[in-house]
């Protein structure tokens, strides 16, 4: 890219030159007196310094903010990535990066004292309990009527994800995404996301044997029997991996319960692709422990970008400003409509529209267990990565996820997680006395799930002579309907956004994550996120750099 092609829409003029001094300033002086760009990015990371300013800073790490990082650095531009999170790069005095499900620790939950496990409860006993306040891997933001789990580090949910990597039907693209062009989106975007991502498929003939996806095969077979359809799904867990530790060649992750506070070994998170590719560049650097909190206009074009470094603890340790030519938010649906609408209602970005925060939905989440029968047992060895479902969505709006228990003993419980077209939407606002982002979502709202849920189950219970479990979510307590995985909206395209993710009111400043996508993506959503992410910036290069 030369002077006469960046940047000559609209916010602020950087040169090549100020390109190279932006990267310098974030790196330290000293790599300024190298010769280049591609060895200053090879140099141990070093954070954000105080008043760097960056042609390009990408608010968040996820999977919005890592194909926009990628694709703009390999269009010659610069990129700076800030992320609350930590990088997730240093073994615990266990030698190991990520703590196991089944014995969280100071790693496993944000700024937490006592661990808030989706599942809390098991045989109706509460199995949380107390654990280090540190800046764990999961956090599970509570709001009134919904506490929202997302993941937290240089990678966003990959890190404690499923991996599901879930293409929706060509047929019901367009309820998901009305403006955007289907054609294109299943040609070239989801394609082009799928194979950044790694997805891979499972080897049918391995599932219909192997101990560690018995209960997937009870879960087929229930859902058969019912005459439902049964689906496989793709995932970026690598199976060939997963085949060797079944045969004990390798260190199990998988096969040992490893999945929501980060896998050690097998799945290909984002910190495997995306953003090693993007760090290989040799464009892109990242803040880690590092979070925004304003962003307003700069006096000389661009945006200032104030941002606060934490320690692992949560406790500010800096604050910095810093100036970029075009911002990005990519930190989620929540983090993005946060910031977003606190920025309009204080001021700092007064031209947003009233758009901002709004049409947030829960991909119609919900859970719930199933007791089978003695001669029906799920199996003490589980695999925690889920690999297929059950699809109702035409005749009773819901599809479920056949998912672990990786207990390590039998329960001869089958557990799912729905996703359901349930209609309602929240909104975010911003509360002046309190100082905080709300959001109205009510408990109530669960019930169309819950009934589009029990289209499938109801069923099932009734052809199998099964009934519901209810030691999972609290004493007697069916529906876990108390939380989300999946938030999706509040800087909806073609409402706070145009078409391709540039925010109304402030040229330069952009949505790519999850807030672009009206509240449902009929399915798991990281594939929709990243492939509507690669098509929004591929745009944005072409028109606007
Ligand atoms: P996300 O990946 O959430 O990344 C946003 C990043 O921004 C995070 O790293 C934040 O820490 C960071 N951030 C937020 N605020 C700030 C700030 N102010 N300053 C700096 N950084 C900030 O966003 N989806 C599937 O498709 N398949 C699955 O199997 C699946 N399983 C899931 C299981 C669990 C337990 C959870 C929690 C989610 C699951 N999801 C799954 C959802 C998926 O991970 C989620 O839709 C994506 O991660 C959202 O991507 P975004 O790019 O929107």
């Given amino acids: 890219m030369d002077d006469s092609t960046a940047h000559n829409a609209e916010p602020m003029r950087l040169s090549r030159r100020g390109f190279v001094l932006g990267t310098g300033s ?8 190298g010769t280049g760009i591609a060895r200053a990015a090879a140099a141990p990371a070093a954070p954000i310094g105080d008043g760097a300013r960056v042609p390009v800073l990408v608010i968040g790490t996820g999977y919005g903010g890592s194909v926009a990082a990628l694709r703009l650095a390999e269009a010659g531009v610069d990129v700076h990535m800030v992320e609350m999170g ?9 030698g190991k990066i990520f703590a196991n499900t089944r014995t969280p620790d ?37 709001f009134s009527g919904i506490t929202v789990y997302q993941g937290r580090g240089v990678g966003g949910g990959s890190l404690v994800n499923g991996g599901m990597a879930v293409t929706p039907r060509r047929d019901r ?25 790694g997805v891979n498929e499972i080897d049918r003939a391995w599932f219909d044997t192997t101990d560690c996806y018995q209960f997937a095969r009870v879960g087929r077979k229930h859902a058969q029997r019912s005459g439902f359809e049964f689906v496989y ?22 096969l040992e319960a490893e999945i929501l506070y980060g896998n050690n070994h097998g799945k290909k998170s984002l910190q495997q692709t995306y953003l090693a590719r ?23 074009g661009g945006y200032r970008v104030t941002i606060e470094q934490i320690d692992t603890s949560g406790t500010v340790t800096a604050t910095k400003t810093v100036t970029a030519a075009r911002v990005f938010f990519a930190a989620g649906s929540v983090g ?67 998912a672990p228990l990786p207990t390590g003993i039998e329960t001869y419980a089958s557990f799912y997680l729905s996703i359901t077209k349930n209609p309602n939407r929240a909104r975010f606002t911003w509360n002046a006395a309190a100082g905080r982002v709300e959001l109205d979502w009510q408990t109530a709202w669960k019930q169309p799930s819950i009934t589009m849920a029990k289209t499938i189950f109801d069923k099932i219970n009734q052809k199998e002579g099964t009934i519901y479990r209810t030691d999972l979510f609290g004493a007697y307590k069916i529906w876990g309907d108390h939380l989300t995985y999946h938030p999706l909206g509040g800087a909806v395209l073609n409402r706070a956004i145009d ?19 009206p509240g449902n993506t009929s399915v798991n959503p990281f594939v929709t996120i990243t492939a509507l992410a690669e098509r929004n910036i591929e745009k944005i290069i072409a028109t606007d750099l």
């Fill in 26 to 33: 974030i790196v330290g002086l000293g790599l300024l007196q």
């Fill in 86 to 94: 930590q990088s997730w790069d240093t073994p615990g005095t266990d």
């Fill in 106 to 142: 100071y790693r496993s939950f944000w700024l937490r004292t006592k661990t808030k496990q989706p599942l809390s409860n098991f045989l109706g006993f509460p199995i949380d309990k107390t654990v280090p306040r540190h800046t764990g891997i999961l956090d599970a933001e509570d």
């Fill in 173 to 197: 693209f367009g309820a998901v995404l009305p403006s955007v062009n289907a054609d294109e989106m299943y040609s070239v975007y989801y394609p082009r996301a799928n194979a950044g991502l």
């Fill in 233 to 254: 799904v793709p995932n970026v867990y690598d199976f060939e991996y997963m085949k060797r530790e079944a045969a004990g060649t390798v260190p199990r992750s998988a």
């Fill in 278 to 300: 993007a760090r290989a560049t040799g464009r892109v650097s990242i803040s880690a422990l590092h979070r925004v909190t304003s962003v307003s206009p700069a006096s000389g």
């Fill in 336 to 402: 993005t409509s946060k910031l977003l609408v606190k920025l309009k209602a204080t001021g700092a970005l007064p031209n947003l529209n009233g758009e901002v925060g709004r049409g947030w939905g829960d991909n119609g989440n919900v859970m719930c267990g199933r007791a089978n029968h003695m001669w029906d047992p799920t199996g003490s060895l589980q695999s925690s990565i889920p690999t297929a479902g059950i699809d109702n969505w035409d005749a009773g709006g819901a599809f479920a996820e056949v």
């Fill in 499 to 517: 078409n391709y993710g540039r925010l109304h009111g402030h040229p330069g400043l952009y949505a790519i994550d999850g807030s672009l996508i």
